[in-house]
């Protein structure tokens, strides 16, 4: 094996690494950009639709808390509000993607998935289910023979209290909604 053997023998291995690892590379950049996309599409199609429902939601809520009348939830749609596509990939993947280039996208991130978590925990019908619950549980021991609950109503201020303490929590959720909206918008910003 003379001198030019080896070192054409050497070069083609090097050659072969590189290559090796340029298609590894590439493999993975586009695995990249594919997760990328879809969580993307999940936040533009999915999380901001939902934020609009879901904002509305908490307005009606404040309404019917205020004018006495009841309130129900129709929508289906929240089974799509949720934290999945997260979990469906790797987290190093997630920091491969916005991390690297800029810690603080990558701290957006983790702030959305937090909020996502949490609103998902706190839909508007716990919200208020919660309230009538208490309402209801207070007019069993505060109200007197042949009032009305009405009647009862505005000359209240346990009700008022526990009135107010149902709106100041929509609007905590709402302000959180446009929290991540606002996230969302700088997370998707180039
Ligand atoms: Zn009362």
Redesign the pocket.
Known sequence: MNLTTIIVAFLSFILGLIGNLTIQWWVDRKRLKRIEGALKLHLTDIILKDCEVLRREYERIIVAVQQHTSYYLTLKVFETFDNEIYKANNPSDYYKIYGIKDARKFEKLVSIYSIISFLKENLPHKIHSDYITK?DL??DK??KDGESREE??K??????A?RLDCKSTCQMRMNEIDELKKLIGELLMN
Do not use: E, T, W
Not at 155 to 160: A, E, G, L, S, T
């Open positions: 309402i207070h007019l505060n109200l009862h109503f000359k209240c201020n346990n009700c008022d526990i």
